[in-house]
């Protein structure tokens, strides 16, 4: 199998890309701008037989279109503005994630690449019922500036799979946490609290809870379904069943830490900023139905990852 990955040196794409090496693919290359990737998260892939890098935008078609012409059998899409809170001050992001998805699309029908790999977001549902939900809730309707462009790329993808033959596998994920992380609430907390190990600052009221999903979970469940499932288009929650609020998050950051009376102050309100969804839970029967379930649930995956970013940042 021949690979290309977008966004291949940020946090999941990295690990996807150490999981695709390991698993033999005969070729590897990632695409990336390094607007979020890092450079160490590959580097030991440099100089292998099996891997290429590409250091470019998805927004310059013919540089895409280029690289696609060399053969590939599947892209891994991962490449976006990595972080939900950027859309209130930067709602520009909508517009590059959507035509870079374009344009990769409109490369791939070009040069014949059937297959496609999405990372999409469990924030595409908005604001929701307080039940785990299924990937055939409706009506779809995001309340951030980054679901939106999450949910408008899966409808150019499930397009383009129908008018050009293609086929798409679209994973909505969780929030998903672990090593390599540049971003989220575990990476904020050690980051405040090691400037000023009294007091934690917490956006909100800390009552947020959501679905957190360990990377090596994430990428496990993504190829099992890549793997696994053959329609045209191929739609999966991927997650945990349970979830973990934002103070319990607080009150293992500060255990794993060995902090001792951490004062915690609130933002105030419900939600820690604008777009942000204050309880979310999925349904992940669908995924669980070929075969595959998490390895570790919410509160594990954050314990784990906390343990991960304390030993790395």
Known sequence: MRALVTGGAGFIGSHLVDRLANEGY?????????????EDFIQHHVGKGYFKLVRADLLDGDVIDRELKEGYDVVFHLAAIPDVRLGEKMPE??????????????????????????????????EAPPVPLKEDYGPLLPISVYGAAKLACEALISS?????????????????????????VIFDFIKKLRKNPKELEILGNGKQKKSYLYISDCIDGMLFGFERSSDQINLFNLGTEGATEVNDIAKMVVEEMGLKDVKFRYTGGDRGWKGDVPRFQFNIEKIKSLGWKPKYESDEAVRKAIRDLLREI
């Open 26 to 38: 005969e070729k590897v290359t990632v695409y990336d701008n390094f607007s979020s990737g890092r």
């Open 93 to 126: 992001i909508s517009k590059i994630d959507i035509l870079a998805t374009y344009n990769l699309l409109d490369a791939m029908r070009k040069r014949d690449v059937k297959n496609i790999v999405f990372s999409s977001s469990s924030t595409v549902y908005g």
């Open 160 to 184: 383009f799979c129908h008018t050009f033959d293609m086929k798409g596998w679209i994973f909505r994920f969780a929030n998903v946490v672990g090593s390599r992380s540049t971003h989220g």
